[in-house]
């Protein structure tokens, strides 16, 4: 992992460094997905970091989404980390983060994953949003 993660630090070709993101993920390194996830200037880099991070589907992983989408101002990495969110299937970050949310567009991309979900939590906002 260690090798891994020096190679990425050193490459500056967006598409190998794609490549060696890969395997980051594929190693199971959720702390190196993290750090590029926050730290990567390339968007396109940070974004499928954001998407492995949604994949691992660990309480740190999904700490790690919340606080980075509070931060961000990229609307297409906040997007990233709604679907990342989607795919842990985490309705209560998703809820929490919709009731703070006031881009209507970031919104609605919320309420539309929500009601692809099966959980009461998703269920219950839906019936709030429908009062």
Do not use: C
Request: glycine residues 4%.
């Amino acid at each position: 992992r260690d090798e891994v993660w020096q190679l990425y630090q050193k490459e500056t070709d967006p598409d190998v460094k794609s490549q060696i993101l890969q395997s980051v993920f594929m190693s199971g390194d959720p702390t190196r997905l993290i750090e590029i996830a926050t730290n990567e200037p390339n968007m396109d880099l940070r974004r499928r970091a954001i998407q492995h991070l949604g994949m691992m589907g660990s309480q740190r992983s999904s700490d790690t989404l919340n606080g980075l989408y509070a931060k961000q101002t990229n609307v297409e990495v906040k997007e990233a980390i709604i679907d990342a969110l989607f795919i842990q299937q985490n309705a209560e970050s998703l809820v929490a983060l919709a009731r703070k949310e006031s881009d209507r567009n970031l919104k609605r991309r919320m309420v539309e994953k929500l009601a692809l979900m099966k959980s009461p939590v998703a269920r219950d906002y839906m019936l709030e949003l429908l009062k």
